[in-house]
C-alpha cells in the first residue's frame, strides 16, 4: 500500500472514494473522539447517513461518521478522510460531495 504523497493527488483521490460505493471497504479508525475505537480496523458492512457500520473482529459495531478520521484502502492507496466529510446518506453523497 501507499500513501498518497502530492496533495494535487491527495485531493482527486479523496473526492474519487467520497463518491464510491463505501459497503464492502477496509477501514481503520485513526483518529476518534472514542478513543478505544483509534486504531481498529475493519470491513463496512453496512452505511447510513450518521454512521457506520464496522464488521471487526468477528464482531458488527456502529460509529459516527463525524466523531473519527478513517483511513481507507483504495486503489492500492491508503487514504484518510474525515467523517464530516461523508456523512451524507450513500444514494446522495455522489451529489453532494464536491
Known amino acids: 500500500m501507499q500513501y498518497a504523497f502530492s496533495k494535487k493527488e491527495k485531493s482527486m483521490n479523496e473526492k474519487k472514494i467520497e463518491r464510491e460505493e463505501l459497503i464492502g471497504l477496509k477501514v481503520k479508525i485513526k483518529e476518534c473522539k472514542d478513543p478505544s475505537w483509534i486504531g481498529k480496523t475493519g470491513i463496512i458492512v453496512d452505511e447510513t447517513k450518521n454512521t457506520f457500520l ?40 455522489i451529489k453532494k460531495v464536491r
Open 54 to 93: 464496522i464488521k471487526v473482529e468477528n464482531q458488527k459495531k456502529k460509529i459516527a461518521k463525524n466523531v473519527a478520521r478513517f483511513e481507507f484502502e483504495y486503489e492500492d492507496k491508503k487514504i484518510i478522510i474525515d467523517g464530516s466529510k461523508i456523512k451524507y446518506r450513500p444514494e446522495d453523497r
